[in-house]
């Protein structure tokens, strides 16, 4: 079997429609072409983060506990998709296949942690200098969180951000690397999983709460200058980060 069948078939397993396009993804354990993606226009990721801040102002509202289900419900599809993930992640960015199986463990460990951290999202109870008085601190969500990933780690480091931003409250639009987008598309395709599940269940999830982007700068560019998203967290080149962090902080954003 070639590399861009055994692709095909993982994609399937996972649950990836991929609409075809001029954009190329190329192994490169031998250079074999694999399945081309249509890219995402500016508009369409303009309206991407539109929805997720939408979807942040209502989730935000779902309490702590709950969200951390919705996380709880993606660590059982990484759980049972391990395999299946840890191979296209070693033929697309060509690691080697324990490197990628570890990846996505670090996937489902995020995700352990990010489900404890729902029901200890605490504040301090501060003494004041007023008599009989209290203050108490309340944590709050940020809003629409930008992921912009490397070609390194195209998985894990999504999941990073995801599982804490979903459990805090905040929604989340992903662009991963032009280099790595079909283990992003699985990946996402995990969460839909997951958020199906989540609504069968009773939960209540809006939509618009996890988008993926696919294609290249251009699109990190939208998600670095739109003001509704609040945070943005970038891995990438420091040619990248020199750029980047000037564009939110000139805008009052935050970065990471």
């Known amino acids: 079997m070639s590399l861009k ?8 397993q996972l649950g990836v429609t991929a609409t075809p396009g001029p954009m190329p993804t190329r192994t490169p354990i031998t250079g074999e072409a694999l399945p081309s993606l249509a890219e995402n226009s500016a508009a369409e990721a303009e309206a991407a983060i539109q929805a997720a801040h939408r979807a942040y102002r209502d ?14 419900l993606l660590g059982e599809e990484l759980r049972a998709n391990k395999a299946a993930l840890g191979r296209l ?8 296949v324990s490197e990628g199986l570890g990846e996505v463990q670090e996937m ?21 200098e007023r008599p009989s008085h209290r203050m108490m601190e309340t944590w709050h969500p940020i809003g629409v969180i930008g992921v912009i990933s490397a070609f390194n780690f195209p998985v894990a480091v999504w999941s990073w951000n995801t599982a804490l931003a979903l459990v805090c409250g905040n929604a989340v639009v992903w ?70 962090g000037p564009k939110v902080a000139a805008r009052f954003g935050r970065s990471l």
Request: overall charge neutral.
């Open 5 to 12: 069948s055994e692709v095909e078939t993982l994609l399937a």
């Open 59 to 72: 989730w935000r509202n779902v309490p702590a506990p709950q969200r951390g289900e919705l996380v709880r």
């Open 89 to 96: 992640v070693s033929i697309e960015v060509g690691k080697v």
């Open 108 to 128: 489902i460990d995020i995700c352990d942690f990010a489900v404890g951290l729902s029901r200890q999202l605490y504040g301090y109870t501060i003494a004041s």
């Open 175 to 244: 662009k991963p690397s032009e280099k790595a987008s079909l283990s992003a598309l699985a990946a996402h395709a995990l969460l839909d999983r997951a958020l199906e599940r989540f609504k069968a269940a009773g939960g209540h999830a809006p939509e618009g709460l996890s988008s993926l982007l696919i294609g290249g700068r251009a699109l990190g560019e939208t998600l670095v200058d739109s003001p509704k998203v609040a945070l943005i967290s970038a891995t990438g080149s420091t040619r990248m980060g020199r750029e980047v």
